[in-house]
C-alpha cells in the first residue's frame, strides 16, 4: 500500500483502513488563504486531522431521486454528412449534372424544374471562369437519391426553354468537370459539348467509381415504431436514363 | 480525421474527453500505469495522475464536474479531480472492477470481479457502497464494462461473453439478458444505449450490430455495416439521430427512409 496522506508531514494512518477520500485537498483550494493540509477521511469515520469540525459519515443513504420524469420524446436532427477525402464507403447519387442548358436558365428556375421530382439541398449554374459566361452546364444536390434518380427519368432529353437538356447522375461531378474543362477550353460551345460516351471514356482514368452500380442503404432507428429487419438495397435508375457509367 | 497524436512512449489504451474543449484523459498501455490528461489543441500534458499500481481497465468522466474514476487490475478504484494531482479517493475492492457514474453525477457504479454491482454515493464512498447488487456469476466471462442509461434507471453490464446484462439501477433487479450475437474470441465489445434509453446496441464480432428494446427484451434489428472485424466501439450521438461503430475502419450511421 502506497503512502497516502504521508507525504507533507502528516502521519500515515496506523489503523488499518480500507478506503478513504480527501475532504480538503489544498490543490483545489481557491482562495489559497494559507497552505491548507490535506484532510483524509478514512472508512468515513476516521480522520487524519483531529478535529471536531469533521464529523463521520451518517447512515448511507442512496441520494438519488426514485421518481424521474417519463420519457420524453426526444427529437433528434438527423446530421448531413459531408463526404470528403478520407470516405471510403458507397457513395449516394444525389446529385445531378445538366448539360447543354439554355443561357436563361438559372439558379431559381432550375430550382423550381427540379422542384417536384424531390428537396433540392444545393443548385450551382457553372459560368467561365473570366467571361461569365454561361455554360449551359449545372449542378443540383438533391437530399435524397429518390430525387435525384426522378429528375434525371423525367428531364433528360426534355426540352427546357426551346433547348433539349441532358440530366444525368454524376458521382462526385466528374462529367461535369469533364463537361467543363472542354467548354472552358474552348473545345466545344455549351450546345455542342459531347454528351455521349466519348468524352467520357477519354479522360476517364477508370475510376472506382463507374462501376458502382447498386447502393446498400443502412438504417438506424430508435424512435420510431416498426422495424426492417436489415438493409435494403436499391438499384439504379432504368435503361433509358444515363449513368456516368455508360460508355 | 483532423489530425493524429502520438504516444508512443507511453500508449494508449482508455480515451475519455473532458468538459474542457479539446482536453482528454487517457490511461497508458507502457511503462506505468499513470493516467495522463492532455491538451490536443498543443499536444502538451497538463497533468499525471499516478497512483495505480497495474492496468487502468476502467476510465469515466463525471457527466458534471471535472471529476473522473478510474478503476484498475490493481483491484481499487480512484476518484480524481482534473484541477489537483492529489487522488481524491480510493477505494480497495475483492476483484476487478469496472466502473461509471450515473448521469446526474451523483453516485458512481463499481462492477467488481463480476459478480457484483456496488453503488457508492460521491458524498460518502469512502465508509462504502449504500447498495450491492450479487448477480449470477459466469465462469465463462468477465465484465468489461458498465453503462447507465441517460435516464438513470438502468444500467448495461457489457461482457466479453456472448451475452449482455440490463438491470435496474435502484434494485438491481436483472431486467433482461441480450446474447445471440456472436464474439467467440472473447473479444472486449461496446453494447451502448440510445439516448432515450429505450434500446440496446452492441456490435458482435462478425460486424454485425444488434439491437434490442430494453422494455420488452426484443431483439428488433440487425444492422449490417460490412465490418470486416469484430465491432469494438460503438455509441451513440446525444445530440442528432446517428451513430458511430468502429472495427478498424469507422462507420457513421444515418436513418434512411425507403427511396
Known amino acids: 500500500m502506497d503512502q497516502e496522506g504521508g507525504g507533507d508531514g502528516q502521519k500515515a494512518p496506523s489503523f488499518q483502513w480500507r478506503n478513504y477520500k480527501l475532504i480538503v485537498d489544498p490543490a483545489l483550494d481557491p482562495a489559497l488563504r494559507r497552505p491548507s493540509q490535506k484532510v483524509y477521511r478514512y472508512d468515513g469515520v476516521h480522520f487524519s486531522v483531529n478535529d471536531s469540525k469533521y464529523i463521520p459519515v451518517e447512515d448511507l443513504q442512496d441520494p438519488r431521486c426514485h421518481v424521474r420524469s417519463k420519457n420524453r420524446d426526444f427529437s433528434l436532427p438527423v446530421p448531413k454528412f459531408k463526404l470528403d477525402e478520407f470516405y471510403i464507403g458507397q457513395i449516394p447519387l444525389k446529385e445531378v449534372t445538366f448539360a447543354r442548358l439554355n443561357d436563361n436558365v438559372r439558379e431559381t428556375f432550375l430550382k423550381d424544374m427540379c422542384r417536384k421530382y424531390g428537396e433540392v439541398e444545393e443548385v450551382e449554374i457553372l459560368l467561365h471562369p473570366r467571361t461569365r459566361k454561361h455554360l449551359g452546364l449545372a449542378r443540383v444536390l438533391f437530399t435524397s437519391t429518390r430525387g435525384a434518380k426522378e429528375t434525371v427519368k423525367n428531364l433528360h432529353l426534355t426540352s427546357v426553354m426551346g433547348n433539349i437538356i441532358h440530366a444525368q447522375l454524376d458521382i462526385k461531378g466528374q462529367q461535369r468537370m469533364k463537361y467543363y474543362e472542354l467548354i472552358v477550353n474552348g473545345s466545344y460551345t455549351p450546345q455542342t459539348v459531347p454528351t455521349g460516351g466519348k468524352a467520357l471514356s477519354e479522360k476517364f482514368q477508370g475510376s472506382g467509381a463507374a462501376t458502382e452500380t447498386t447502393e446498400s442503404r443502412r438504417r438506424s432507428s430508435s424512435d420510431t415504431a416498426a422495424y426492417p429487419s436489415g438493409t435494403a438495397v436499391v438499384g439504379t435508375p432504368g435503361n433509358g436514363t444515363p449513368c456516368s457509367q455508360d460508355t | ?259
Open chain 2, 1 to 259: 480525421p483532423k489530425r493524429t497524436l502520438y504516444s508512443k512512449k507511453y500508449g494508449v489504451d482508455l480515451i475519455r474527453y473532458t468538459h474542457a474543449a479539446n482536453t482528454v484523459v487517457y490511461s497508458s498501455n507502457k511503462i506505468d500505469d499513470t493516467i495522463r490528461y492532455l491538451s490536443l489543441h498543443d499536444n502538451k500534458y497538463i497533468r499525471y495522475f499516478p497512483g495505480h499500481s497495474k492496468r487502468v481497465v476502467a476510465l469515466s468522466m463525471s457527466p458534471v464536474d471535472d471529476t473522473f474514476i478510474s478503476g484498475s487490475l490493481d483491484k481499487t478504484i480512484r476518484l480524481w479531480d482534473l484541477r489537483s494531482p492529489n487522488c481524491q479517493g480510493l477505494m480497495h475492492l475483492q476483484g476487478k472492477p469496472v466502473c461509471s457514474f450515473d448521469p446526474e453525477g451523483l453516485i458512481f457504479a463499481a462492477g467488481v470481479n463480476s459478480e457484483m454491482v456496488k453503488l457508492y454515493d460521491l458524498r460518502s464512498f469512502d465508509k462504502g457502497p449504500f447498495a450491492t447488487f450479487k448477480m449470477q456469476y459466469d465462469r465463462t466471462c468477465e465484465w468489461t464494462g458498465l453503462k447507465f442509461s441517460n435516464d438513470g434507471k438502468l444500467i448495461l453490464i457489457s461482457t466479453n461473453g456472448s451475452f449482455i446484462r440490463l438491470i435496474d439501477a435502484f434494485k438491481g433487479v436483472v431486467m433482461h439478458t441480450f446474447g445471440g450475437y456472436a464474439n467467440s474470441k472473447a473479444v472486449t465489445l461496446e453494447a451502448s444505449f440510445t439516448p432515450d434509453s429505450q434500446f440496446i446496441m452492441i456490435g458482435s464480432e462478425d460486424g454485425k450490430i444488434h439491437v434490442w428494446n430494453g422494455e420488452s427484451g426484443i431483439k428488433v434489428a440487425v444492422l449490417d455495416g460490412k465490418h470486416t472485424g469484430p465491432i469494438t466501439c460503438l455509441q451513440f450521438n446525444p445530440k442528432f439521430m446517428t451513430f458511430a461503430s468502429a472495427c478498424s475502419n469507422m462507420a457513421f450511421w444515418l436513418p434512411t427512409i425507403d427511396d
